[in-house]
């Protein structure tokens, strides 16, 4: 019976115990900067051509919401209570759709999963969009895009783009916003890298 009694003290204790404990932590979630819908005054020489962009390859960490961290080394992790508010791989594409949109500089901009006809594809593939420990401490973006011809089915145009970006802070929401830079450079990288290639390649007009 003396057994038992310390049994059941020691079974109420630990009901005591987790019923004190405090509210589980929040999750915080964060998302990129995106572009207005607004498009930009038309461009009287603006290209005569339909874009598609077509959704970004990846590895499950960045095809998932986990904010994700390492160091030069090989090590990685996520945050558990630190998360986007959609994949990188989804945001990133959103974010380049409307970029090239906004920019007046095409006939149409369109999603690869619409009805859209298109006359190029891009593409693009994502390696790495992590907090690199160290110090300083860094945001590391790293992608590789590449555009086809829908007539001829050929690659016309890549680019690769990486760079790590200062953090200036410590907290999670600094290397959030040393991300959000990251892509937004980017971004505006690749968009114009793409004139530079229409400049040089001029599409003949084609009926809509």
Not at 110 to 135: K, P, Q, T, W
Not at 175 to 195: F, G, K, P, W
Request: negative net charge.
């Amino acid at each position: 019976m003396r057994n038992c009694k310390f049994i059941l003290g020691m079974l109420a204790l630990s009901v005591g115990t987790a019923s004190g404990c405090g509210a589980a932590r929040p999750t915080k979630y964060y998302q990129l900067t995106v572009p207005s819908d607004v498009v930009s005054e038309n461009d009287p020489n603006a290209y005569p051509v339909t874009l598609l962009v077509g959704s970004f390859t990846a590895s499950h960490l960045y095809r998932e919401d986990h904010i994700v961290y390492g160091s030069s080394s090989e090590d990685m992790g996520t945050y558990e209570y630190h998360r986007w508010a959609q994949p990188p791989t989804e945001m990133i594409g959103e974010i380049l759709l409307r970029e090239l949109r906004v920019s007046g500089r095409y006939r149409s901009v369109e999603s690869l999963r619409s009805n859209a006809h298109g006359d190029f594809v891009l593409h693009g593939e994502l390696y790495d969009f992590m907090e690199i420990s160290g110090s300083p401490l860094k945001a590391r973006l790293a992608m590789e895009l590449e555009m086809r011809d829908t007539k001829s089915g050929s690659t016309v145009w890549t680019h690769s783009y990486s760079y790590d970006e200062p953090v200036s802070g410590k907290e999670v929401g600094a290397v959030v916003a040393a991300l959000d830079h990251n892509v937004q450079r980017a971004t505006a990288e690749i968009r114009t890298s793409l004139e530079q290639y229409f400049a040089a390649h001029p599409p003949a007009a084609a009926a809509q």
